[in-house]
């Protein structure tokens, strides 16, 4: 169970330097563009080294490392974005693969455990989300200008990840079972998603200490769920 840890103190440096270069005045663009990489890269690493543990389904670790290499890829898409605006929707629409790749790895490994569906649970969930979602979706809105329809998609399965991951949560079980380690990684995911856009659109990048929140909830959100598929069993 140790190897798919073995990653973590790297990553733990690489981000710490990741936010010190995003936060800096002027921002350190040669240095984000050398840790963000990096950190979504071990990432991946603890994602794939799932596949050495006895506690892994083949088709889920293949789905969470396929949402890992996607978000490498948007991360890259985003940074570039500083200089080409039209890489921010590419960016999004490689963390939209992601975000699928992660629903269809829950809705996986719910049909894996034979875990039955609450519905008034979900229910609940649906309401919330919807909630939540509609609240930060017109608070941001008049600043997207014309990127309103990729970020109300992106807002809707992002919350479709969450809801998913919350509908295969079986309560009283282990904390570092994948039920729980899906809904720690898919809200977290959700509050970074929050961040990140009303950082992009409303400061225009500059809220420095959003920044530090979106990135933290962002990697910790990928590294929960990376984690998760060591443990599905």
């Known amino acids: 169970m140790l190897l798919p840890l073995l990653p973590l103190p790297f ?10 270069a ?13 840790w963000k990489p990096l950190v979504a890269a071990l990432i ?10 006895p506690a892994h389904l083949p088709l889920y670790s293949a789905l969470i490392l396929l949402g890992s290499l996607l978000l490498l890829l948007g991360d890259w898409w ?7 605006p039209e890489r921010f929707l590419a960016g999004l629409y490689a963390f939209l693969g992601a975000h699928l790749a ?9 049909l894996a455990r034979s875990a039955p569906l609450d519905l008034n649970r979900a229910a609940l969930a649906a ?7 509609s609240v930060i979706y017109y608070y ?20 479709l990840t969450v809801h998913q991951a919350v509908s295969g949560v079986q309560l009283g079980g282990s904390l570092l079972a994948q039920p729980a380690l899906a809904v720690g990684g898919a809200s977290l995911f959700y509050v970074s998603a929050f961040f990140l856009i009303i950082n992009r659109f ?12 979106a990135l933290s909830t962002h990697y910790g959100a990928q590294l929960l769920l990376a984690l998760s598929a060591s443990f599905v069993r």
Do not use: H
């Not at 991946?44 to 543990?53: D, I, P, R, W, Y």
């Not at 309401?127 to 979602?133: Q, V």
């Not at 990729?150 to 992002?158: K, W």
């Open 11 to 20: 990553l733990i440096v690489a981000l710490v330097l990741l936010i010190r």
């Open 22 to 34: 995003e936060t800096r005045l002027p921002r350190n663009r040669r240095q984000v563009k050398l």
């Open 44 to 53: 991946g690493l603890v994602a794939a080294l799932s596949f050495t543990q």
């Open 78 to 84: 985003l940074i570039e974005a500083d200089e080409r």
């Open 102 to 110: 992660y629903i269809l790895a829950f809705a996986y490994a719910q």
């Open 127 to 133: 309401g919330i989300l919807l909630l939540l979602g």
């Open 140 to 159: 941001v809105r008049p600043s997207l200008g014309e990127l309103r329809q990729p970020v109300l998609l992106y807002i809707t399965v992002i919350s």
């Open 202 to 213: 409303v400061f225009e990048g500059e809220g420095e200490s959003n920044s530090v929140w």
